[in-house]
């Protein structure tokens, strides 16, 4: 907790990228792709060796989340890639454990993919319940076998999306965006969203990275599908950097989407929750940039940075630390109208 904010982290991972669990290149090339965003976009100060960043610690998490990162709840998402990982990058079980260890901290997410076809859907099952699954990370772009990516219009994607309906798994966060080295870059396009949102209402799709550079594709699509959110992970560290980069895109999201629609996601460990928070809670667009964007309200920062996450994922927040549940008043969504919360497909 931060001042007067709740902080639900949206996206954090517990991986092991080191040498000794990686099966060739690409596996190696993955981990150092991601070390490069973090060496890039993280102050000096929060910039950690290749060797820590590959593989840290499980005491080192806790306290960067939540003794020093200000952290109420987090969110661990699930990264499989088993094609270059000898026990996975990040596995649902290998999260599970953590969390078990910690009790109240983490919300523990699964994972699947199309291409499993029938056994996946049964461990996926499994998977719930085992951990009672409330949410998915899907990686669209993950490599399996002679297969570079998937989407989530394929039909046995349907498949897994009708499963998830089926055990009330509603919290679907898939990677669109920013590419990672060796993946392909239009494997995580954003359009696939657009279908699969209006197929299957009663799900919400967390769009992870915001699309970006696709972001005016996702905002478009977003704005015509009310299930559709925005994950700020990888976007939010610009604010160190490229603050008015930042502010465009934090501007954008809030005339195309609104601000309940806006998740916070620190993405560690590539990013820490501790300088984000900060940061963000300081910001405020700049004054050449309000007659269009507007500004950045208390009320619009304790939405993004917890209680919209609260709300899809029914975490409780202190009375003290919540905002009204009032409407935003923005006017009829572009090109859709409010889909009510028990709507089947």
């Not at 999201?253 to 629609?261: M, P, S």
């Amino acid at each position: 907790m931060y001042q007067n904010y709740f902080v639900v982290d949206a996206h954090t991972h517990f991986w092991d990228g080191s040498p000794a669990n990686q099966i060739n290149r690409y596996g190696e090339g993955f981990i150092k792709c991601f070390y490069d965003y973090h060496a890039n976009l993280s102050p000096d100060e929060y910039k950690w060796s290749l060797e820590d960043f590959e593989r840290y610690s499980e005491e080192r998490m806790i306290r960067d989340l939540f003794e020093n990162g200000y952290d109420d709840v987090a969110i661990l998402q699930s990264t499989y890639l088993t094609d270059w990982y000898v026990n996975g990058f990040n596995t649902t079980e290998q999260n599970g454990a953590l969390a078990e260890r910690h009790p109240g901290r983490f919300i523990v997410n699964g994972r699947w993919d199309p291409r499993d076809g029938e056994a996946g859907l049964e461990k996926l099952e499994q998977l719930h319940e085992r951990w009672q699954l409330r949410g998915v990370k899907l990686y669209t772009a993950e490599w399996k076998g002679d297969s570079k990516g998937w989407k989530l219009s394929d039909p046995w994607a349907y498949r897994y999306l009708e499963k998830c309906q089926e055990l009330g798994i509603r919290n679907i966060h898939v990677h669109k965006g920013p590419t990672v080295y060796p993946m392909n870059r239009d494997a995580f396009d954003v359009a696939d969203v657009d279908d699969a949102a209006t197929a299957f209402p009663s799900l919400r799709f967390i769009v992870e990275h915001v699309g970006l550079p696709r972001l005016e594709d996702f905002c478009w699509i977003a704005t015509q599908e009310p299930n559709v959110y925005g994950g700020l992970a990888v976007a939010m560290p610009f604010i160190h950097s490229r603050p008015r980069y930042f502010a465009q895109i934090i501007g954008e999201l809030l005339y195309w989407l609104d601000e309940n629609r806006i998740l916070f996601g620190s993405d560690y460990a590539i990013w820490q929750p501790k300088w984000l928070i900060e940061k963000f809670v300081d910001f405020q667009i700049p004054e050449d940039m309000q007659g269009e964007y507007g500004t950045l309200t208390p009320t619009i920062k304790k939405k993004i940075l917890g209680i919209n996450a609260a709300r899809l994922y029914d975490i409780k927040v202190p009375g003290e630390f919540d905002v009204p549940d009032e409407p935003v008043d923005t006017g009829p969504a572009v090109g859709s109208g409010p889909v009510p919360e028990t709507a089947a497909r």
